[in-house]
């Protein structure tokens, strides 16, 4: 079974930047779609933002123009690079692989942001 694995989160200043990473185990990273989703204390995980098999994009309107996901299929990983961050991103992030018939979640990985 493929397994991701993240990396990048910690503690950073309002206003700050932090650049998230997930890492597939399986090359069947490149034809899937992946994503970026959070889940903040007393919150329902919700999508921040997916990128598909042929890096077309979406985004949750609370983070438009402030982050942006990408992908290296040589490399296995998807990015999430976070700008402009405020306490209300303050979450456990998720990365998540889909495929049909396979649907994966990474461990989670801590953000959080001090104003």
């Known amino acids: 079974q493929v397994q991701l694995v993240e990396s990048g989160g910690g503690l950073v200043q309002a206003g700050g930047s932090l650049r998230l990473s997930c890492t597939a185990s399986?090359?069947?990273?490149?034809?899937?779609?992946m994503g970026w989703y959070r889940q903040a204390p007393g919150k329902q995980r919700e999508l921040v933002a997916t990128?598909?098999?042929?890096?077309?994009?979406n985004y949750a309107d609370s983070v438009k123009g402030r982050f942006t996901i990408a992908r290296d299929n040589a490399k296995n990983t998807v990015y999430l690079q976070m700008s402009s961050l405020n306490s209300e991103d303050t979450a456990v992030y998720y990365c998540?692989?889909?495929?049909?018939?396979?649907?994966?979640w990474g461990q989670g990985t801590q953000v959080t942001v001090s104003s």
């Open positions: 998540r692989l889909q495929i049909h018939g396979t649907d994966r």
């Open positions: 399986s090359n069947i990273f490149s034809i899937s779609t």
């Open positions: 990128i598909t098999s042929v890096s077309s994009t």
